[in-house]
C-alpha cells in the first residue's frame, strides 16, 4: 500500500498551482482533500509524479451567499457544508453534505475534489445538477465559468485543462415554494451509493408543479437527468399517480450495469423507490415543512 | 443502546482451597483496555528489529492456471532487493505440509507457495525480500508470471462433476466423505405423519475482517538453529507442529512468540504457509528479521475464509404435531483450494448435530470438495454455524409448510431443561440449559406479543413484517479425539491448558498461560480467578498475555479458539493458582509457627499477606518470596520441594470417540444464544430492516458479564453482517469480488439495531466454576434474520434458501416465487397424517 514515488508542491494561489501543472506537466496532479486521489495513489491505480498542494490557498474553503447565490470554495470540505446555516436553506444541500461516507472522509473531502473527480457514484455532482449550478474556474488564461452541465463530460472526465483549476462553485438560491431531497441507497457508510436520486421542485399554490429537476446517480457514466419523469410533474398537480409515474419513468431512464452493489433489474426498482421518496419529500419541503432525512442503509 | 435484563442467579459456591468468590462474577473494567484504547498496545508490525527486511508476495490474478513461467530477474536487480523466492525454489527447501484428511486428501502436495500451477485468485507465485516495504513492492510488480489459464472450479455441484480436477494428484475433487447415521432413520419415515422435502439451501462464504491484517517476523537463527517467530497467529501451538516437518528442524527450535492481536476470530490459525516463507527468506537472507505485514486486499483475497456449505435433498420426518422424528440430508462443504485445518470441519458441525432439538433419527451424508477459492480456516462458530443454520431452516419451513407458529415449532422441539444433561444422538453430551426458559425472556424483552399485533396490523396495510427466532449453541472446549472420526491415524485428542502462577522474587503475582486473546480479555478474567483463590484484588495479579514458548505456559492445544478458556483456560489458571495458595500456606505456618489451618489470605498494612488468624501476626508476599529466594538459611528439608512457581495442566474428561459408529462426546459444554429480530422487508427497495432485536445467552456462571455482553454484542454485529452485507463473492472466472471494504462492506455502526440483552444462567456441571466458553456465539444472527425475513415473505412464497440475503437477492426471489419457485423448493407428503 505504498504510492508510486512522487513531488509535492504547495501552491499558494490558484495562479500558482496553475502555473506549476503547466512547468510539471502531464503527471502533475492537484491534490484537495486527497479522499479520491490517495486511496487511487496507495493502490497504485494513479501514479502522478507530482502533487500540487491546494489546501493552502487562503481563502479557498469559504463559503459565502450574496444576494440570491451560495458560493462554495473549491476546498469547501463536506463536513463545513454539512453545518454551514447558508447551506442549509437549500436543503438538498445537506441532504448531500451530510450523507457523504463517515466522519473521516466528510472532514477531508471537498465540494470542487468531488466535482473535479467526476466520479459516476459521487454525490455532488446528481444532488448540484437539480439546482443551477457553475463552476468557476482559474487557469493561464484567467477565469471562465462553466455551467455543470457542460462541466462533467464523462465518467472521470471534465472540460477542464490540465493547467486549470476549480475555484468556486455558484448555486443560485431556488425561488420561493421550491424544496428539493437527495436520496441514496448506500449498503454502509463508508462506501458509495448503489443508487441515488435527486430532485429539485417549485410548485405553485395548489401543489402543481412549476418546475422540477430530476437525477438520477449510479446509473450511468455521469448523473443521469430524467427529463421523461420531469415531464411527468412538469405543469400537473403532484400527487400519488403522477409520482408514480414520474418514478416508472426515471426507472426508465436509468442505465444501470450489475456488480457487486447490485444487478442492473435490482438498481432500476431502486430508482423507481427513490425517486418516488425523493420527490414525496422535496414536496413537503416545498410546501415548508421541515423534513428531516437521511439515506438508507442496509440493515435501517 | 442496550437494555439489559437479568434472571436472578445463585451465588456461586466457592471451590475448595481458595476464598470467597468475591471478583469473579464482577463486571470489572478490562485490565487490558488502558493499553489499547491508548494505542500503547504492541502489536506485530510495530516491531523494528535491527536489520529487518520486508517480504512482499507476487499473486496469481488468476483463480486457476498452469504456472509457465516466473522471472525475478528484473525485481532482484532493483536496489534495495535482498532476495526473491518463486514456488519452485520453494519446493526445494520444504516438504509439503502435513494433511489431516485421509486417503485422496494425503495426496494433496500443499506448498508454501504455487509450484506448478495456482488454485485460487491470490495464491502466492513468488515473493521479494527487500530493505523496505516501499522497495518491496517496487520489486514485486517487476516480476514477470507467465500464466496458461485453466478453467475454474466454483461451486459444489461443479467439483463434485470431477470434469475438472483442482489437484490431479487426488484423481477427485472430493476430499472428505462420511455418514453419520443414528436411529432408524427409514423406520421414522415411515411412520411419519408428515414428510417435508427441501430443495438446495446454501450457506455462503463469508469472513471475519479483523482489524489487524497477518502479521509476522521470523527470524531463522544459524547459530543457535532456531527460527523464531513474532507473529499474530492464534493457535501457534497447532502452526509449529506444521511448520516443522514442513521446515525440517525440530520442533523445540521454533520459538513462538505473540503479544497483542487486533482480532483474529480463527482466521489466523491458518497463516502457517506465510510463516514457513518468511523463514525460509529468512534463511536465504543469511538469518535476518523478515517482516509480513498483509495488506486489506491480500487478506480479503488470500488469508482465509469461512467454510460454504451447500445442503443437499433434504428430507424431514414429522410426527402430526410437529415434532421433527428424522432428517435425512446430504452435506457438501467447500473448503476451497487446500484443506490446512480442514477436513476438521466434517467432523466439528456434529458437536451440535441435532442443533437445540431432541430429533433422534439423523443421517447426514457429509462431504467435503476443493474449489478454486481462497483455502478457508475455522471462522468464527466455525462449522457449528452451518449446522445450526440449516436445522433452524429445517424448523422454519416445516413450521410455516405445516401452519405451526415458528415460537410453538421451537418449543415442541426443544431439548427441555429436565433432559439435561442431555445426550445426543451422536453422543454428545448437551451439559445445561434451558431453552424454551431463554425464548421466554426473548420475548419478554422484544414485546413478542406487541409486535404480533402490530405485525398482523402491517400485513393488513402490505407490509412484509416478519419475527425470527435463531436457537444457537456454542459449544466450547472442544475434543481433538473428534479428528480420529476424520482420520483415524491422526494423532491428537483431548483437550488441555497449561498456566503457571507464581510469587515473582518480589512477591508479584504473576500468572502465564500461553492463549493468545485478540480482544476476549483474558488478562481480566485471569486475574479475577487468581484474586479469588489469594483473597485479593485483581490488579495485585499481573497476567503475562500471549504466546512464548521460552517464557509462559503451554501445551499441544494452547491458543485461542473453540470458545473454551473460561472453561480450560480458566481451570488451568485456578489450578496453578490453588497449588501457589497451598506452597504459599506452608511457608507461611513455618515462618509464622502457625498451622496451616488458622491462617487466612488477605491484604494487611504492608500488602497482600497471609495471617494467623489466631496471633494476628502475618507475613507478605515480598517476606515468602524472600524465603525461597534471598533469605533462606535455615529453611527446613521438608520445605526445600516449594517453588512459589507452579504450573497446572488441565485436561478436559474427555475419550476418544467411536471412530466407526461417529460416536462420542465432542465437546465440554454447550452455551446458547436465543436471538429474536423483527424484520421488516421494504416493499420499494426490497431492503431488510431490523426494526428490533433482543438477545438471550446463557453461558452458564459468567466470570465477567461486562465480557459476556461485550462478545455477544460483537457477536451481533458479526452475524447481521455475515446475514445481510458480507459476501466471499467471485465471478465465474475465478475473480474474488469482495477484495476490498468498498466491496465487502464489513457492517457498520450505522447498519446495527438497538440491542435489546438479557441474559441467564445455567452453570455447566463439567467445569469446576460452571462456566461455559461463549466467544464464538455461533452466528446466533444469520438463523435469526434469516427466520425474521423467512416469516416476512412465506406468504409471498418465497423460502429464504441462502444465508446471504440482500435486497437484490430478495428482489429476486420474489420474481421467482411469483413464477412458481415454491414448489421446486418445498414439497410436503402426508403419508399419516391422521396418526
Ligand atoms: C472511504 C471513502 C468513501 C467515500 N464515499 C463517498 C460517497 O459516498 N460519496 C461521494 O460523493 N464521495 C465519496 N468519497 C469521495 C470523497 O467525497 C472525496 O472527497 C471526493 O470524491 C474528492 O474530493 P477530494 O477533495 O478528496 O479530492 P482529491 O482526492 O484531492 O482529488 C480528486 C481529483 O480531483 C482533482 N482536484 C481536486 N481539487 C481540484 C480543484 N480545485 N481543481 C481541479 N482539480 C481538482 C485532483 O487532482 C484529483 O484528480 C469517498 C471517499 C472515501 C475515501
Known amino acids: 500500500m505504498y504510492a508510486y514515488p512522487f513531488s509535492y508542491h504547495r501552491a499558494k494561489s490558484l495562479a500558482e498551482a496553475s502555473k506549476l501543472l503547466q512547468q510539471l506537466g502531464d503527471e502533475s496532479r492537484v491534490l484537495a482533500g486527497g479522499q479520491s486521489l490517495i486511496p487511487l495513489m496507495k493502490m497504485r491505480l494513479a501514479r502522478p509524479s507530482a502533487l500540487i498542494d491546494i489546501n493552502f490557498v487562503p481563502g479557498l474553503a469559504d463559503i459565502q451567499s450574496p444576494n440570491g447565490e451560495l458560493r462554495f470554495g473549491a476546498l469547501a470540505r463536506h463536513a463545513d457544508i454539512e453545518v454551514s446555516e447558508a447551506a442549509a436553506a437549500i436543503p438538498i444541500l445537506n441532504d448531500c453534505a451530510a450523507g457523504i461516507a463517515d466522519v473521516q472522509v466528510r472532514n477531508q473531502g471537498t465540494i470542487g475534489g468531488s466535482l473535479a473527480e467526476a466520479d459516476p457514484s459521487g454525490d455532488w455532482g446528481a444532488t448540484l445538477l437539480t439546482l443551477e449550478t457553475s463552476v468557476q474556474c482559474t487557469g493561464p488564461q484567467g477565469e471562465r465559468s462553466i455551467a455543470l452541465e457542460e462541466f462533467i463530460k464523462d465518467a472521470y472526465t471534465t472540460v477542464l485543462a490540465h493547467d486549470e483549476l476549480v475555484r468556486e462553485i455558484i448555486v443560485k438560491r431556488p425561488p420561493k415554494s421550491s424544496g428539493g431531497a437527495y436520496l441514496a441507497f448506500k449498503r454502509s457508510a463508508p462506501v458509495y451509493a448503489t443508487v441515488s436520486a435527486a430532485v429539485q421542485l417549485t410548485l405553485d399554490g395548489k401543489d402543481i408543479c412549476k418546475d422540477v429537476r430530476i437525477v438520477l446517480g449510479c446509473v450511468g457514466l455521469t448523473a443521469i437527468r430524467a427529463k421523461q419523469a420531469e415531464a411527468e410533474l412538469h405543469g400537473k398537480k403532484v400527487d400519488g399517480k403522477t409520482i408514480q409515474r414520474a418514478a416508472e419513468a426515471a426507472r426508465e431512464a436509468a442505465e444501470p450495469q450489475s456488480d457487486m452493489r447490485g444487478s442492473a433489474d435490482y438498481k432500476r426498482a431502486l430508482v423507481a423507490a427513490l425517486v418516488k421518496r425523493a420527490i414525496g419529500t422535496a414536496v413537503r419541503r416545498a410546501r415548508g415543512e421541515r423534513v428531516e432525512a437521511g439515506h438508507e442503509y442496509v440493515g435501517r | ?835
Request: glycine letters at 10%; proline letters at 5%; charged letters at 20%.
Open chain 2, 1 to 835: 443502546m442496550a437494555t439489559t435484563l437479568r434472571t436472578k442467579t445463585k451465588k456461586a459456591k466457592a471451590p475448595a482451597a481458595s476464598g470467597p468468590a468475591k471478583w469473579v462474577g464482577q463486571p470489572i473494567r478490562r485490565k487490558e483496555e488502558d493499553r489499547l484504547v491508548r494505542g500503547k498496545g504492541i502489536f506485530v508490525d510495530d516491531q523494528k528489529l535491527t536489520g529487518m527486511l520486508h517480504i512482499r508476495f507476487v499473486r496469481s490474478s488468476y483463480g486457476h492456471a498452469k504456472i509457465v513461467k516466473v522471472d525475478v530477474s528484473k525485481a532482484a536487480a532493483l536496489p534495495g532487493v535482498v532476495c526473491t523466492l518463486t514456488g519452485a525454489e520453494v519446493k526445494g527447501m520444504v516438504k509439503p505440509f502435513i494433511e489431516i484428511g485421509p486417503d485422496v486428501g494425503q495426496k494433496i502436495a500443499d506448498y508454501p507457495m504455487a509450484v506448478d500451477k495456482v488454485t485460487f485468485q491470490g495464491d502466492p507465485v513468488a515473493a521479494v525480500v527487500a530493505e523496505t516495504r516501499m522497495i518491496a513492492e517496487d520489486a514485486a510488480e517487476l516480476v514477470e508470471v507467465e500464466y496458461e489459464p485453466l478453467p475454474p472450479i466454483l461451486s459444489a455441484e461443479e467439483a463434485l462433476k470431477d470434469e475438472t480436477l483442482v489437484h490431479p494428484e487426488m484423481g477427485t475433487n472430493r476430499n472428505w466423505h462420511g455418514v453419520f447415521e443414528y436411529g432408524n432413520v427409514e423406520k421414522a419415515f415411515k411412520q411419519a405423519a408428515h414428510v417435508v422435502h427441501i430443495g438446495r439451501l446454501h450457506f455462503h462464504r463469508f469472513s471475519s475482517t479483523p482489524l489487524e491484517n497477518n502479521a509476522m517476523i521470523a527470524v531463522w537463527d544459524s547459530r543457535s538453529e532456531r527460527i523464531e517467530y513474532w507473529s499474530n497467529n492464534s493457535f501457534p501451538s497447532f502452526a509449529a507442529q506444521f511448520l516443522s516437518p514442513a521446515l525440517g528442524v525440530g520442533i523445540d527450535q521454533i520459538l513462538m512468540k505473540s503479544f497483542d492481536i487486533g482480532g483474529g476470530f480463527g482466521i489466523k490459525i491458518t497463516n502457517y504457509p506465510y510463516m514457513a516463507v518468511c523463514a525460509l527468506a529468512s534463511r536465504k537472507t543469511g538469518g535476518l528479521p523478515v517482516k509480513w505485514a498483509e495488506t486489506r486486499t491480500e487478506h480479503m483475497q488470500a488469508s482465509a475464509h469461512g467454510n460454504e456449505r451447500t445442503f443437499f435433498g433434504t428430507r424431514v420426518a414429522l410426527d402430526k404435531n410437529g415434532v421433527i422424528t428424522a432428517i435425512d440430508s446430504r452435506h457438501v462443504d467447500d473448503c476451497g483450494a487446500y484443506p490446512r485445518y480442514e477436513p476438521l470441519g466434517c467432523v466439528i458441525w456434529a458437536q451440535v448435530l441435532p442443533a437445540a432439538y431432541r430429533v433422534k433419527n439423523v443421517r447426514i451424508d457429509m462431504n467435503q470438495v476443493v474449489t478454486n477459492k481462497c483455502p478457508v480456516g475455522p471462522n468464527r462458530g466455525y462449522s457449528r454455524m452451518q449446522q445450526l443454520w440449516f436445522m433452524e431452516r429445517v424448523l422454519d419451513i416445516c413450521g410455516h409448510t405445516l401452519g405451526i407458529s415458528i415460537d410453538e415449532m421451537r418449543l415442541r422441539n426443544y431439548i427441555r431443561k429436565d433432559e439435561m444433561p442431555y445426550t445426543t444422538p451422536n453422543g454428545c453430551v448437551y451439559d445445561s440449559g434451558d431453552y424454551a426458559g431463554m425464548l421466554a425472556l426473548g420475548k419478554k424483552l422484544i414485546g413478542w406479543d406487541d409486535w404480533k399485533k402490530k405485525q398482523a396490523a402491517a400485513r393488513k396495510d402490505g407490509r412484509w413484517i416478519g419475527i425470527g427466532i435463531g436457537s444457537t449453541l456454542d459449544s466450547g472446549t472442544n475434543n481433538f479425539g473428534q479428528a480420529r472420526i476424520i482420520n483415524n491415524f491422526a494423532p491428537f485428542s483431548g483437550q488441555s491448558k497449561a498456566a503457571i502462577a507464581k510469587l515473582d522474587i518480589y512477591g508479584e503475582v504473576v500468572v502465564s498461560m500461553g492463549s493468545v486473546p485478540q480482544g476476549q480479555g483474558h488478562e481480566t478474567t485471569a486475574a479475577q480467578v487468581v484474586a479469588d483463590v489469594l483473597g485479593i484484588s485483581p490488579d495485585l495479579v499481573r497476567v503475562k498475555p500471549g504466546f512464548d514458548t521460552e517464557q509462559n505456559a503451554y501445551t499441544g492445544h494452547t491458543g485461542t479458539y473453540a470458545s473454551q478458556f473460561a472453561v480450560a483456560g480458566l481451570s488451568a489458571i485456578h489450578g496453578a493458582a490453588v497449588k501457589l495458595r497451598k506452597e504459599m500456606a506452608r511457608l507461611a505456618a513455618w515462618a509464622l509457627k502457625a498451622k496451616e489451618k488458622d491462617l487466612e489470605f488477605g491484604i494487611g498494612a504492608q500488602g497482600p499477606e497471609v495471617r494467623d488468624k489466631r496471633t494476628k501476626k502475618s507475613i507478605n508476599y515480598w517476606g515468602l518470596a524472600n524465603l525461597v529466594n534471598v533469605n533462606n538459611a535455615g529453611m527446613p528439608e521438608n520445605l526445600w520441594d516449594v517453588t512459589l512457581n507452579c504450573r497446572h495442566v488441565y485436561h478436559a474428561p474427555f475419550q476418544i470417540p467411536d471412530t466407526k459408529r461417529k460416536y462420542g462426546n465432542l465437546t465440554l459444554t454447550y452455551a446458547a444464544q436465543i436471538h429474536i429480530a423483527v424484520v421488516e422487508v421494504d416493499r420499494e427497495t426490497f431492503q431488510p430492516k431490523i426494526l428490533a432485536y433482543a438477545c438471550v445467552d446463557d453461558c452458564g456462571r459468567t466470570i465477567n458479564p461486562r465480557i459476556v455482553e461485550g462478545q455477544v454484542h460483537g457477536c451481533t454485529a458479526h452475524g447481521i453482517g455475515a446475514a445481510l452485507m458480507e459476501n466471499c463473492a467471485y465471478d465465474s472466472d475465478g475473480n474474488m469480488l469482495a477484495s476490498t471494504f468498498s466491496d465487502y462492506t464489513p457492517i457498520t455502526a450505522v447498519n446495527m439495531p438497538d440491542l435489546l440483552y438479557g441474559h441467564m444462567e445455567s452453570p455447566s456441571p463439567f467445569s469446576y466454576n460452571g462456566a461455559k466458553g461463549m466467544g464464538e456465539g455461533g452466528a446466533a444472527p444469520v438463523h435469526t434474520v434469516c427466520a425474521g425475513l423467512q416469516d416476512a415473505l412465506y406468504s409471498s412464497g418465497v423460502i429464504i434458501d441462502d444465508s446471504h440475503n440482500t435486497g437484490d437477492s430478495i428482489f429476486h426471489a420474489l420474481q421467482r416465487a411469483s413464477s412458481g419457485g415454491f414448489a421446486i423448493m418445498v414439497r410436503v407428503e402426508h403419508p399419516r397424517a391422521s396418526r
